[in-house]
Every structure is written in C-alpha cells, then in structure tokens.
C-alpha cells in the first residue's frame, strides 16, 4: 500500500463508490474550494495494483503566516471495517501533513454512532465505538460531542432519508418542515 495524491477523476470514481461518502468529500466541493483560492489536497492509499483502498479531500488553512491548520470536512473515505487499513491511512496523513507545515490535523469522519427516530430517541446503536481507541493510539485527541451550533466545527446529527427506490416526490414527501 502506498499513501499518494489523487487525480479528480480518480478521487471522484471512489467517493461515488462508496456507500459512506459525505457531499464534503466530493469533487463538486474540491472544484468550489479550488474557485475560492483554498488550499485543496486530494489524497488516498493505494494498492499495489493501484487500486484507490481510502481517500480524503484536505484545506488547508494558513496559520501565523508560516504554519497550516489542515481539516478533512467529514472523512476520509474509507472502510471503517478493515482494521490495517484504517491504522495506516490514519498514519500515512499524520506524515503528509506534516512536510506541509501543519500545527494542527482536524478529522470529523462520516462514521455512524447511533441511528434515532424522528423524535431524537435512540432506535439502532452501530458498534463503532472502538474508532476511539484507535484514533488515540495514533495520537489524535477527542474533542467530545458538540451540540448546537459553532463557528469551527461541524454539526454533530444528520437526517438521512433512504433514496433506494423512491421517486422525487417521495423524497419530497418524506422530508419534514423545521420544527
């Protein structure tokens, strides 16, 4: 396995192929960043056939002139249930960052906890909690779980409908209004 920069082209075939892909890491947000003059890195491992096993969409934000705070908006993308592959993507990052000056490494990956119902009440638990372990073994810090709103990080709950099989309007239908 090897960590490297991708293409769009390649980055956009993966992100399309996964099934935990957040809208954050797609082409349609790096060309927008990219259009803003945001500091926009595509990165990803892969295998010795290359094929793409992980990838994830980077800003770069500058930081006392010299230093770079680097975010990775809701990934990376990757799957959660290959151990390895998650210990060395993790790693591999950390290294990549670093020869770009970064002070500070923040990821808020799409990995979900726990699925409610509609009135917030806990109705599936997902058995994730071992990303915790083993983000700390590799020298990442929890910030703990936000609530409300805040100027820096993302909003902790999302509302996902299923799309498998509906037309337009049933999405329609199955949205609410804000309460």
């Known amino acids: 396995m090897k960590f490297t920069n991708l293409t769009t082209a390649e980055f956009g075939a993966f992100a399309d192929s996964m ?12 060309e927008l960043k990219v259009a803003e003059g945001v500091e926009t890195h595509l990165v990803g491992i892969k295998d010795n056939q290359n094929n793409i096993l992980a990838a994830c969409l980077l800003t770069a934000t500058p930081v006392m002139k010299f230093f770079k705070y680097f975010y990775s908006n809701r990934g990376p993308i990757i799957d959660y249930e290959n151990k390895e592959l998650v210990h060395f993507f993790y790693n591999e990052l950390a290294s990549y960052v670093k020869k770009y000056n970064a002070l500070y490494l923040r990821v808020d990956p799409y990995l979900p906890m726990l699925k409610r119902n509609h009135d917030g009440e806990v109705i599936e638990r997902f ?3 071992w990303i915790f372990d083993k983000m700390a073994e590799l020298g990442y810090e929890h910030d703990g779980f936000s609530v409300g709103f805040d100027p820096i990080k993302q909003i902790r709950f999302h509302s996902v409908l299923d799309l498998e099989g509906k037309t337009a309007k049933d999405v329609l239908n199955n949205m609410d209004s804000l309460r």
């Open 19 to 30: 099934p935990y892909s957040h809208f954050t890491q797609m082409v349609g947000n790096y």
């Open 127 to 129: 058995n994730n909690d």
